[in-house]
């Protein structure tokens, strides 16, 4: 019987069959992410040369710490498409966000102002990492109410869940999507993040897998991890479980 067991100790880390990275922070200067224009082609060379072919990049919105909008995200877009254009990077670029679920979007929502989506109408969101969110329902339904597909980011982080992760039964049951980052498929955020990921998995609650990609060490890592992570994304495809592949048109 095959067994990926008994794959080479090495293996590329080829993401091509995902097609779309739909979750990191390539734009230049406007959050934790890429820090330069530099810095943002670094990333972006590095995610076309993993087999990428669109990247979806989703600058945080977080109106304590980073207020961006549909219009702050314009000029270092721009700036992007056209470094792409003249290096030739074979990859095209679209900018959605990754919003903390907070007043200010509830505030948002309630004025039906524009949100930064993903194609189908996907608002990538997040929780806190340290409080566990008390009405997240609610704000799940405001979003599904104004025609926006809620997906949750990297739900395998949030460790208050650990000790009942029944609850993510109860988020996909609201029709929720969930995404996990490849990195926390080998550990990278700590071993409670790699169970949570892999119990996600074998759950058959994973729609998305996304890069988070912030920097240089996010990239160096996934380029070195393919034995762990290639095995889980080619069992994922074969289920035709993931959408990764749906937003690359």
């Not at 060379?45 to 945080?60: A, C, F, N, V």
């Not at 990538?124 to 809620?150: A, C, G, H, T």
């Not at 000790?163 to 926390?184: A, H, R, Y």
């Amino acid at each position: 019987m095959f067994s990926f067991f008994k794959k080479k100790i090495k293996e590329e880390t080829n993401l091509s069959g995902l097609q779309c990275d739909m979750h990191s922070h390539l734009l230049p200067g406007i959050d934790d992410g890429a820090a330069t224009l530099l810095n943002s082609m670094t990333l972006i060379k590095g995610l076309s040369e993993l087999g990428y072919t669109k990247l979806i990049t989703t600058p945080h919105v977080y109106w304590d710490i980073y207020k961006n909008t549909p219009e702050t995200v314009k000029a270092p877009l721009a700036l992007v498409e056209e470094a792409i254009k003249e290096e030739k990077v074979p990859v095209s670029i679209n900018v959605g966000a990754e919003y903390y679920l907070d007043d200010h979007v509830d505030d948002l929502v309630q004025k039906k102002e524009r949100l930064l989506t993903l194609p189908k109408n996907y608002v990538l969101f997040e929780f806190s990492f340290v409080n566990r969110p008390m009405d997240w329902q609610d704000k799940i339904f405001n979003l599904q109410m104004n025609d926006y597909q809620p997906v949750l980011a990297h739900p395998e982080r949030y460790s208050y869940f650990r000790p009942n992760m029944k609850i993510f039964e109860e988020i996909k049951n609201t029709g929720c999507l969930l995404q996990v980052n490849l990195l926390s498929l080998i550990g990278y955020y700590g071993k409670p993040a790699q169970e949570m990921a892999e119990y996600l998995i074998n759950h058959n609650m994973v729609s998305f897998l996304g890069t988070d990609m912030h920097h240089d060490r996010h990239l160096e890592t996934l380029r070195g991890s393919g034995a762990v992570i290639m095995p889980i994304v080619k069992k994922l495809l074969d289920t035709g479980a993931l959408l990764n592949p749906t937003l690359s048109g």
